[in-house]
């Protein structure tokens, strides 16, 4: 498993103090990367970030992602900066068109344009370049400069993204790609062939793009209540993947069978409706060995990161313990640290540097 990272993704809805510790427990049972969700109406991922920051040593972290219409570029380099600073060069930045934003009165207009313009508007700040930016949706005007001191002036650059023009624009400019809700090994060549035309047009080898994919988790040593819990889960949101994955041929009658019951609130029925390939293809599920076993699948599909997503576990705490000390040493990790541990391995940034679903 050599140069392949674990992470764990959160949602941004616990108290404080919660994510600290489960930040530091992550690090003791090894995991590399910790990922706060940018989900509408959920607390902003720099909160919980930076409670992290100091409760870790090793572990990147980042938000996956913001988007360039509810915050602009400037603001998008300021939290990417201060994270940074905490975390002393930790920090990545996840970016993507953001998802529901309609609901707050956010349009969203050129995503593609807004998102490489955004990271360009990044990356010029970060760098103290002052020579001005005049973009289609972003402008700098020359001499404008951050009027405080970074940790670094390129963390690496996620973009979030299933289709093929966002593929295309992360191989041209990202450190990673993220495919959020989706554990489906298949999937991993069809985002490789949508990177090359990016990465060709940059002149990158298509291999220094990392392919990040991570799914609703739920971990449990009782399987069938685990898998139960993660039907319900990937109701609410399986009319959306399933139409983004062309290697899935999720039937269209279950999916409108499944959107019904969850348009009409009913999301443990929705969830009973679905089959165990169809939650294997968007969730890891089951007891610590079946969700190694889909881990396993993705990394020997060639990911170079799996993240394992909320719920984690029956509940949050639990989750996280058996995937640190259970799903871990089956991936041919080292064995899980005792509580309290050291945790002090250098991080290993993947992937090319760039500039800087979920």
Not at 19 to 28: I, K, M, P
Not at 268 to 278: E, F, N, Q, S, T
Not at 289 to 294: H, I, K, S
């Amino acid at each position: 498993m050599s140069g392949v990272e674990v992470g764990l993704g959160l949602q941004s809805d616990k108290p404080a103090g919660t994510y600290a510790r489960l930040a530091r427990r992550a690090e003791e049972c090894g995991f590399d990367v910790l990922t706060v969700f940018g989900d509408l109406m959920y607390q902003p991922p720099i909160f919980p970030l930076l409670e992290m920051a100091p409760a870790t040593e090793r572990v990147r972290l980042g938000p996956a992602c913001l988007n360039p219409y509810s915050m602009a570029p400037y603001e998008i380099a300021g939290q990417v900066a201060a994270l940074d600073l905490a975390s002393g060069g930790r920090a990545y930045l996840g970016l993507a068109r953001g998802t529901w934003l309609g609901a707050v009165g956010i349009a969203q207009p050129r995503p593609l344009t807004a998102l490489r313009e955004c990271a360009e508007v990044v990356r010029r700040l970060l760098a103290a370049d002052t020579s001005g930016f005049a973009g289609e949706v972003f402008t700098l005007e020359p001499g404008t400069a951050l009027r405080y001191g970074v940790a670094r002036p390129d963390p690496p650059l996620l973009i979030g993204a299933w289709g093929a023009r966002g593929a295309a624009l992360a191989g041209r400019i990202a450190a990673e790609i993220k495919v959020g809700g989706s554990a489906n090994p298949a999937m991993v060549e069809v985002v490789r062939d949508r990177l090359r035309p990016g990465a060709a047009r940059a002149g990158r080898p298509v291999g220094d793009i990392g392919i990040v994919l991570g799914a609703v988790t739920v971990v449990d040593r009782d399987g069938a209540a685990a898998r139960a819990h993660a039907r319900t889960e990937v109701a609410m949101y399986l009319a959306v993947v399933a139409e983004l994955d062309p290697t899935a041929g999720v039937p269209a009658d279950l999916i409108a069978r499944v959107t019904a019951l969850v348009d009409a609130g009913e999301h443990a029925a929705a969830g009973r409706l679905i089959p165990d390939d169809v939650l294997d293809l968007f969730a890891f599920a089951g007891t610590p060995e079946q969700v190694a076993e889909r881990a396993q699948a993705l990394i020997d599909a060639g990911v170079r990161r799996v993240e394992f997503g909320t719920p984690h576990g029956l509940t949050d705490e639990g989750g996280v313990e058996l995937l640190g000390t259970e799903v871990l040493p089956l991936l041919r990790r080292e064995p899980a640290r005792p509580a309290g541990g050291a945790g002090g391995r250098e991080a290993a940034p993947a992937g090319t540097r760039g500039p800087v679903s979920r």
